[in-house]
């Protein structure tokens, strides 16, 4: 048996992260293949043999017409790109869904012309290609419920983690505190409401590190840079290797995680396993990885910026309700 990794769409964020944990964790003398996007990085073990397909239609449709050609009865192929083979695959198949919006009727709005363009095609080729004898694995329960609702069938909860971890000993605790959120400009991750967050924070006295990882040149990181230049401590690091990402989980005390949909949310049990506390939304993805130490409304930049307050505790004065006499006395004195 050989076990083909069929990825010719995978080659950055959490969905790179864990096919490199996959890779890594097949064993040597075992026949693997991969079919890789031609911009996968990383170190791949010597004996997965690699063929790499260009990210454009026609290389996309070469990669289709390779697994076809190659995957025999007694093979198994596991689609790390959360999309079944195009073709009739007559080997074993698992799907690895990890995109949310395929199995979510989730809005596009915010996102370039051609993400929702592909988007779509992506949503048309899972239902249309998903056969009744493909598998579908997912890493959490809400994402099974989603599968299920969406595309009326069942879907296997396998969820697995990869790489290295900073243990909380290694962090510099004389360090002042320092938030952590690493993720890319997607609409969905929510940047817009940590910043106005921070600067909330900001008025109130209290200056947090904010560090994050968005790629330079994008409407998102020139947000950050103005918000920056007008006093809340933030450091946008752009895109991060996984080991630099690692050593900078080790630099921080705490992870801000805004993002309104995830599959998995992976930051947030990376965070966890580094012995970060987790400020996120409450929302089901993220009680289906971890236990967050505060909670937030995900649309209301106070209830982040209180929960931040809460975490580093900084108690926040309680109101004092007026009396019925002063009420009225204060009514009375105007101003009108």
Known sequence: MTLIIHAPNVHRGGGRTLLQAILQATAAGSPCMLIADHRLGGDIPSHVAV???????????????RLHAVAGAADLVLCMGNLPPLLNCAARTAVFLQNRYLVEAASLAGFPLRARLRIGIERLWLKGCLRPETKLIVQTPSMQDAARRHLGTEARVLPFVGGTTVPAAARDRSQPPRFVYPASAEPHKNHQLLLDAWRLLNTWGIRPELHLTVESGSAVAQAIARTADAGPSIVNHGPLEPEAL????????????????????????????????IVAPELDYVRDVVEPDQTFDPGSPLSLARAVRRLLQHPEPPPAPLSPQEFLRQLASGPW
């Open 51 to 65: 063929e790499r397909f260009s990210a454009t239609m026609s290389g996309r449709l070469a990669a289709e017409r």
């Open 246 to 277: 690692q050593a900078l989980y080790g630099r921080c005390s705490a992870l801000v995680f805004p993002s309104r949909l995830e599959s998995f949310g992976l930051p947030l049990l990376e965070a966890r396993q580094a012995g970060l506390a």
